[in-house]
């Protein structure tokens, strides 16, 4: 499957699927006009999205801040986990940085998503801190990620 993953820029008319998976991912998903915004107004985001077969099974988001790149979100259908969709994402969202001359990267995750912690090891992406309660809904700490380019 991984060979037949394609990534590229987020455009409105993905913000269906990308919605669709936004819901089952997220305890508290964003709304259409969110990412409507995103990619309307916000000069400082960017967004990716994985396809195949012209299907959108994945998506994530950067927020350039001056020389960091803050990864807003990322997530794979579930019906198409496991695949490394997950790590073509993260690979595709280096790039965009890379080519920026964004010179690091940073994220939350929760404390207990060890799917995502592991995926951002993998990609050299280290612990550096813990932001305590930060998830509104069940008050769960973030763990704060950071990686140099
Ligand atoms: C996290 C997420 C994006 C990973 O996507 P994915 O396409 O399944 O990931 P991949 O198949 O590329 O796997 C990437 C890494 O994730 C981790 N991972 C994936 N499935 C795993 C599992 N069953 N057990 C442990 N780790 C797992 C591994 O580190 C894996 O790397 P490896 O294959 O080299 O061991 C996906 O699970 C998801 O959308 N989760 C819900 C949304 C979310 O939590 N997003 C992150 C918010 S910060």
Known sequence: MK???NIRKMEMKDICQVLFIEKMSFATPWARESFERELRENKLAKY????????????GGVWLILDEGHITNIAVHNEYRGFGIGHSLVDGLINVC???NIERMTLEV???????????????????????GYYADNKEDAVIMWKEL
Do not use: C, M, Q, T
């Open 3 to 5: 060979d037949n993953i």
């Open 48 to 59: 990716i999205v994985a396809e195949i077969d012209k299907k959108v099974v994945g998506y």
């Open 98 to 100: 890379d080519e920026l």
């Open 110 to 132: 929760r404390i207990s998503n060890i799917f995502a912690r592991n995926l951002y090891k993998n990609h050299g992406f280290v612990d550096i801190g813990i932001r305590p």
